[in-house]
């Protein structure tokens, strides 16, 4: 897929993340928009082996969102990939609907496991890379986290769980964006140095510009073909709220949906066509 596609794609992400928030009246728009660029490069940049046509697919790739609460950004990307129609994406947290505010796998296809109880996302993504691996799978599996998730010990028993069983068909990401609901990560329960910690506990460990879409198609890409007895971390370092100027690095819209008169300037920073700042 051409780059500009791609990027393309990006831009439709967030413009359906902004769009369903609104829609619900509520929802986590930052840790939505600060993800979008791993979920395209993933999906749409080569990297996942998977099938919207079948998504249990046995020989299919594996993607766990820890950080639940971002679930916009993976029914975007699912949607935009073709695993359910993108108008149901308007339905985000009404009664009855399959697209909850957190992802329930016994409602949509496409979502792997129910999560967002913080810190159990990278046991989970452990367990089934040690399954694949005891059923003799060259299968790989990719997790999501954000970086305020990481203060859970959970996490960490996971992380020397992944290195004791030797899952190097396991890739972390880190979505390092420096905010979490209650303000800086640094000031709730520090997460810097998180590349060392990962080191620490025998992962290996890569750097990666979280919004540059070709870097981490060429990263992901790599660490994917290379296999290999050690898992992989990638912290990614993004913004919260990419892309919408009034969102980035603001705590306050960890989880605060835009009003009317929001989305249209939103709409019209992502380069939506037609978008009304009024």
């Not at 509520?26 to 996942?48: M, N």
């Not at 890569?206 to 990638?234: F, Q």
Request: proline share 4%; charged share 20%.
């Amino acid at each position: 897929m051409e780059a500009t596609e791609v990027e393309q794609r990006a831009r439709n992400i967030r413009e359906n993340i902004v769009r369903m928030i609104a829609e619900a009246g509520s929802g986590h728009p930052g840790g939505s928009l600060s993800c979008a660029d791993i979920l395209t490069a993933l999906y749409f940049g080569g990297v996942l082996d998977h099938d919207p046509c079948d998504p249990n697919d046995p020989d299919r790739d594996y993607f766990i969102l820890g950080k639940g609460h971002a679930a916009p950004a993976l029914y975007a990307t699912l949607a935009e990939a073709g695993y359910f129609p993108a108008d149901e994406l308007m339905t985000l947290r009404k009664l009855g609907s399959r697209l909850q505010g957190h992802p329930d796998s016994n409602l949509l296809e496409g979502v792997e496991v129910s999560t967002g109880s913080l810190g159990q996302g990278l046991s989970i993504a452990a367990g089934a890379a040690a399954g694949l691996r005891l059923d003799g799978k060259e299968n790989r599996v990719f997790a999501l986290l954000g970086d305020g998730e990481c203060q859970e010990g959970q996490v960490w028993e996971a992380a020397t769980f992944s290195v004791h069983k030797r899952l190097g068909n396991l890739v972390a990401i880190v979505d390092a964006n420096g905010l979490q609901i209650d303000g800086a990560c640094t000031d709730v329960c520090a997460t810097d140095n998180l590349g060392e910690k990962f080191a620490a506990f025998g992962w290996e460990v890569s750097s990666v510009d979280g919004h540059d879409i070709p870097a981490l198609i060429e990263l992901l890409g790599n660490l994917k073909a290379a296999g290999g007895d050690v898992p992989h971390a990638v912290i990614a370092a993004t913004v919260k709220g990419k892309g919408v100027s009034f969102m980035e690095n603001q705590a306050g819209w960890h989880g605060k949906a835009p009003n009317a008169e929001e989305l249209a300037v939103a709409l019209a920073e992502l380069g939506v066509e037609g978008a009304d700042r009024g």
